[in-house]
């Protein structure tokens, strides 16, 4: 691949103040999450039922919820869940929406045309029905809810993937690679993916908000991660329901997690910029 | 135009009836029949109660009795509540619903278009900048978040507002058209800024500016237009998750509508009620849909190929 370009898109990025903070604070959220099992303060599931809800002080930086438990350690385990259900559901549709996407750009005619009419179909389908239905039916896993965002997120990926090797395919790298006698399977492998990382990237990094967004929602509604276990879309809710006595337990988290929105959409917003120059601006 | 109509019909078939079929087999393969749960039920009882809900028939007959009775509006009766039927509940909730949703996309539509078209009038001034950045704030900010804040500045510190009901009390419309209408109104913002934008450079724009007319009927007569092409084409999908927004704005303030029944639905396993509030949920999305394609392709010649 070609490296200059990488270069010029990473100093870009980094040019951007906007997305290079959110970058800085979303490389700091990921360690923070990944780190959490050996530094937190706390046990996630540890009550202190004598000390009940208290205010943010030296032993509990963001207060304890109802329970007595600690709001930084739950925030922090909350963090895994939320990162980790946006990231895996995002790699399952990014996986099925560049396959079926580059499939349907290569192959062209029929079998372009049938793969694309079930996009189009599968788009009208109102998901978060599906989604809250998949939970109802088969109970509250969270490996289930990732899979099953996962594999409702691939459509626009699979759309944007098969113009861009639609495009590609008419060019003449390609049809000097076919006559030198590549592989059709060697030519999507070594030429056509390569080249429609930039805009996969690009939406990669907007579909995670996204999904983290419908995590929370789901939690929110009761629908998604169950206590003791905690994300925090389920402690957005806590803290919302004790609001009144208790603000800390809906500040803190919600903070938390609208900065990691901000984030990912800022550095999706500066990649955008950076990857593809002609749009920016817009 | 006619042609357009029929290929957009002939995806949105299809696509209700994969709702309708998946849904319908999502629901009936669940581990467990809806009565499990009440252990102390005979055998005879239990054959009744199969039998009053079609469920001694095998499944697809269910599957084309239920469908026929959707073409004629019937989406069955509820597990839990027996006396009551899923079209009772939608009568009763989708117009509450109805009028949150129209409160919010009107608040969209008016704060959004405005906001719009002066970013596009002035753009990289103050005037572009400011209503911008809000915008990404307010779509960034989720309605799990906004409706408490909201309602903790507003109604509890405050106390400007009442913080739950909907018509119970004056002023209680305000914080839930608030909560779900402010994303959609950024997404306006954005829309129309771009779309004004393109248009703004056009040819035709010139064009009115030279004979003299003025700005202001620049602008609203030529230019918003087609500006607001993006805008229309965006009010289908709004629309989609304006109701999936009901669901958390709903139970957030307490309004008796059609997406807190079903989330309460979902939350007590009532399978029948949530068979039919899906199936009906999707016909209304998908309709509108529709609707919103059709009136951006009247709109915008270009969108007729």
């Known amino acids: ?282 | 135009m006619f042609n357009l109509i029929l290929r957009r019909i002939g995806i949105a078939i299809p696509v209700l009836l994969t709702v309708i079929t998946l849904t319908f087999l999502m629901v009936h393969s669940a581990p467990g029949g809806p009565f499990d749960e009440e252990k102390a039920v005979s055998a005879e009882v239990l054959a009744k109660l199969n039998e009053q809900y079609n469920l001694d028939q095998p499944l697809y007959v269910q599957y084309f009795d239920y469908i026929s009775g959707v073409l004629v509006g019937d989406f069955g009766p509820s597990f839990r509540f027996p006396t009551r039927s899923v079209t009772e509940l939608i009568s009763i909730g989708l117009p509450v619903t109805f009028e949150l949703a129209l409160y919010s996309i009107l608040f969209a539509l008016c704060v959004g278009v405005l906001a719009g078209v002066l970013g596009a009038l002035r753009p990289n001034t103050a005037l572009d900048y400011i209503p911008m950045s809000t915008a990404m704030i307010g779509i960034c900010i989720p309605s799990i978040i906004l409706g408490p804040i909201l309602i903790l500045v507003f109604g509890i510190w405050l106390e400007w507002v009442p913080v739950r009901g909907w018509g119970y009390m004056p002023g209680d419309k305000i914080l839930p058209t608030l909560t779900l209408g402010t994303a959609y109104a950024a997404y306006c913002a954005r829309l129309t800024r771009g779309g004004m934008l393109e248009v703004l450079n056009q040819d035709f724009i010139r064009t009115a500016r030279a004979k003299g007319l003025s700005e202001t009927r620049v602008v609203v007569v030529h230019a918003l237009r087609g500006g607001l092409t993006p805008v229309i084409a965006f009010l289908g999908p709004a629309m989609a998750g304006l109701l999936a927004g009901s669901f958390v704005v709903e139970t957030i303030f307490g309004i008796p509508g059609l997406g807190r029944f079903y989330v309460e639905a979902a939350f007590n396993r009532d399978y029948t009620m949530i068979l039919g509030s899906s199936i009906f949920f999707s016909i209304l999305i998908v309709s509108f849909n529709l609707i919103s394609d059709l009136v951006a392709a009247a709109l915008n010649p270009k969108l007729r190929d």
Not at chain 1, 70 to 88: A, E, I, K
Not at chain 1, 195 to 209: E, F, H, K, S, W
Not at chain 1, 219 to 228: D, H, N, R, T
């Open chain 1, 1 to 282: 691949m070609n490296n200059t370009l990488w270069k010029d898109a990473f100093d870009r990025l980094i040019s951007n103040k906007l997305s290079l903070f959110s970058s800085i604070y979303l490389l700091f959220i990921i360690i923070l999450a990944l780190i959490t099992p050996f530094i937190a303060p706390y046990d996630y599931a540890y009550q202190d039922l004598n000390l009940g809800p208290s205010a943010p002080s030296a032993l509990h930086w963001f207060g304890t919820d109802t329970l007595g438990r600690d709001l930084l350690t739950r925030m922090m385990y909350g963090s895994r869940v939320s990162l980790m259900v946006g990231f895996l559901a995002t790699i399952v549709a990014l996986t099925i929406g560049v396959i079926w996407g580059t499939v349907a750009g290569f192959a062209g005619g029929k079998v372009d045309t049938i793969m694309m009419r079930i996009v189009d179909v599968l788009y009208g389908i109102p998901f978060i029905i599906f989604v809250i239905l998949l939970m109802v039916i088969f109970g509250r896993n969270l490996i289930l809810l990732f899979m099953a965002i996962g594999a409702v997120e691939w459509l626009t990926m699979a759309r944007i993937v098969r113009s861009q090797v639609m495009s590609l395919s008419k060019q003449e790298f390609i049809l000097a690679a076919e006559a030198m006698g590549v592989s059709r399977t060697g030519i999507i492998y070594k030429h056509l993916i390569p080249n429609t990382i930039g805009p996969v990237i690009v939406y990669a990094t907007l579909t995670v908000p996204q999904i983290m967004l419908l995590e929370a929602f789901l939690s929110f509604l009761g629908l998604g991660v169950q206590a003791p276990l905690s994300s925090w879309g389920l402690l957005i809710r806590d803290g919302a329901a004790s609001m009144e006595e208790y603000w800390w337990l809906l500040i803190f988290p919600s903070l938390a997690f609208s900065l990691t929105l901000f984030s990912l959409n800022f550095i999706g917003d500066g990649l955008r910029d950076a990857l593809d120059p002609r749009t920016s601006g817009s």
